[in-house]
């Protein structure tokens, strides 16, 4: 369906950039219902929602006028949570009001505040800015909001999120009271419903988001690990899909340094955005991504907040999302415009019932499997490489001159055999991993049902809004846990066996992580060690899978009181001498 008619300027713009038929929320927003109205729209991250409210207003400020008229006080304000994000919508409407004259001025953090009072006194059509920034301009008498006629909040969510709402509050209650106000957000949850209220007049309710639907254009992809193999899965996902954009999320600022300097380590082009970097820090980062620099960007919730980085076909997830809504607001940094993208999750086999409980609050179907081994990435490698346009291309005569010389010295093999190296040589080496395999009891539809520790079915089906179980260690004060399984390491005291080295080993040969683990009692000839029940089987299968290794491990019973034969095997101790008996009585 072609664009309903618009105002020529802004339906050139679009053919200058492409664009042939609207998005579904682009649509919505031109009905004949919501023209001129105030608008709550509920749409997902990358449905084309900027181009939505840039067309939406367009009847108001431009009506039949072929141009807008001399920049004055502006008579658009953008609110958006994130410098990147405002500052992505300032080159939008630029693009598309362009033709219009419009002259469009940022105010954001962290950029040069006495520039854009500068800007803001030479006159604007269009402000667009963050809430903090924009508050201090208006406090300070730099931006006059008193012709205002268009109030746009985008992604209002995030901004409530990220602790706004005075903010968002003071600007509202400076600008006309007849004004349009158009807020855009990915959910509608009870305090965005609360500020619509407040602050627009018989707005046009409209939902494009399909009630909390996961997007369409992204393939939700569940991969089981070992908890101590989440980078290597990483390396490996990176590797397998050879995506031009990749996003990584971690869960802390620590764990987004740490997975960088490993990802550059073994050769990708990665950069790193934390809330501490500075924002020249930030911006050399993003800018490394858009011109094609750098292609994987490990980043926090907080800091990846309002990007838009170009051709971001794979978002991972390092660390699980804490809940649906950052599930769903991670992925969505992918899948936009109409293009496809791939949302990994990488679930431990220790917080499947987690990831399983997301996934089914989200109403997200992800395909499980284990994370792509060696072999299928090298596999895909050699396809794209067959596939790669300089062996499809016609060559320059120049290079066919040099060619034809190499034909003749080396030879057509050795040539062939020198062009895979050098293919290879420009690629991260993939990593070898162990698949934990299916969980017990995770046989049918993923997170369904929730199971009890007999593992029979409850009666009731999982509510979303049921707390996860708070996860422990394993408990170390019992010798016979239930919780625990005993196994045995033939390498003891008289081998100098220490907790310190041996914590690790278990850790590598039976990929589990140092929390389960339980007691750990080491003999002359043999160590014994508790391994929480939950991990036992896959601690089981992994050092099955590794006979060859010089330090056995083997399943063992808990040990009990020495037998006198233990106590035999000690070398005998000399008493000491009885020292004689001092002046006051005291040995």
């Known amino acids: 369906m072609p664009f309903p008619t618009l105002h020529p300027a802004l339906n050139q713009a679009l053919i200058d950039q492409g664009y042939q038929e609207p998005t579904p929320v682009q649509a919505a ?24 409210y840039g067309l939406a207003m367009a009847s108001t400020i431009l009506g039949e006028a072929p141009r807008l008229g001399q920049a004055g006080a502006p008579v658009v304000l953008v609110i958006a ?17 362009g033709k219009a004259g419009a002259r469009v001025v940022t105010c954001v953090g962290g950029m040069d505040s006495r520039r854009e009072q500068r800007d803001l006194a030479s006159g604007a059509h269009m402000v667009v800015g963050t809430p903090g920034r924009l508050r201090d301009h208006l406090e300070r008498g730099h931006l006059d909001l008193a012709g ?3 109030a746009v909040l985008d992604e209002a969510d995030e901004m409530l999120d990220l602790g706004f709402k005075e903010d968002l509050e003071f600007i509202l209650e400076a600008t006309p009271a007849e004004r349009r106000t158009l ?7 009870k305090d965005i419903a609360a500020l619509a209220r407040g602050y627009q ?22 991969m089981r690990v070992a908890p101590n193999e989440i980078e290597h899965a990483v390396v490996n996902v990176l590797r397998f899909f050879e995506a031009r954009g ?12 740490h997975l960088h300097a490993a990802l550059r380590e073994r050769g990708f082009d990665a950069v790193a955005l934390s809330g501490e970097m500075t924002q020249r820090e930030r911006m050399d980062a993003l800018q490394s991504l858009r011109d094609g620099r750098a292609r994987v960007c490990v980043a926090t919730d907080v800091a990846a907040r309002g990007l838009d980085l170009p051709d971001l076909g794979l978002v991972i997830h390092a660390d699980l999302p804490v809940n649906r809504q950052a599930l769903l607001h991670r992925s969505g940094r992918t899948g936009r415009a109409g293009k496809k993208g791939v949302s990994v999750l990488l679930v431990p086999y220790t917080r499947r019932r987690r990831a399983e409980q997301i996934l089914l609050s989200a109403n997200i179907d992800a395909a499980w499997s284990g994370a792509p081994s060696a072999e299928a990435i ?3 490698d050699q396809e794209r490489m067959l596939h790669d346009p300089l062996l499809t291309e016609p060559p320059a005569e120049e290079d066919l001159t040099l060619a034809r010389l190499l034909m003749d010295q080396v030879g057509p093999e050795a040539i062939a055999a020198a062009l895979i190296r050098l293919h290879r040589s420009r690629l991260p080496a993939p990593e070898e991993l162990f698949d934990p395999g299916e969980s017990r009891g995770a046989g049918g539809p993923a997170g369904r049902h929730e199971r009890n520790d007999r593992g029979g079915q409850k009666d009731r089906e999982f509510d979303p809004r049921d707390r996860p179980p708070r996860e422990r260690g394993p408990r170390r004060d019992e010798a016979n846990n239930p919780d625990m399984v005993w196994f045995r390491l033939a390498v003891g005291r008289s081998a100098n066996a220490d907790p310190k080295w041996l914590i690790p080993l278990i850790c590598r040969r039976g990929h589990v992580t140092k929390k389960d683990i339980g007691s750990i009692r080491i003999f002359d000839r043999e160590t014994k060690f508790e391994i929480s029940r939950d991990a036992a089987d896959h601690f089981g299968a992994a050092i099955a899978g590794s006979p060859k290794e010089p330090i056995k491990i083997e399943p063992a019973g808990a040990p009990g009181p020495k037998t006198q034969a233990e106590r035999d095997a000690r070398p005998p101790q000399t008493r000491p001498a009885s020292k004689k008996k001092s002046n006051d009585g005291r040995r």
């Open 246 to 257: 990749a996003l990584v999320f971690c869960g802390t600022r620590e764990t987004v340094r």
């Open 183 to 189: 807020l855009f957000s990915a959910t509608i949850a």
């Open 81 to 97: 949570p994130t410098r990147e994000l405002a500052l992505q919508v300032a080159r939008e409407l630029a693009w598309l009001y």
């Open 378 to 380: 090298r596999a895909g």
């Open 29 to 52: 927003v031109l009905e004949k219902h919501a023209l001129d109205r105030d608008l709550l729209v509920s749409a997902q991250t990358g449905s084309g929602k900027t181009v939505a």
């Open 148 to 150: 205002l006629e268009v």
């Open 201 to 222: 007049k018989g707005a046009v309710r409209i939902d494009t988001a399909g009630q909390g639907e996961p997007h369409g254009d992204i393939e939700y992809r569940a």
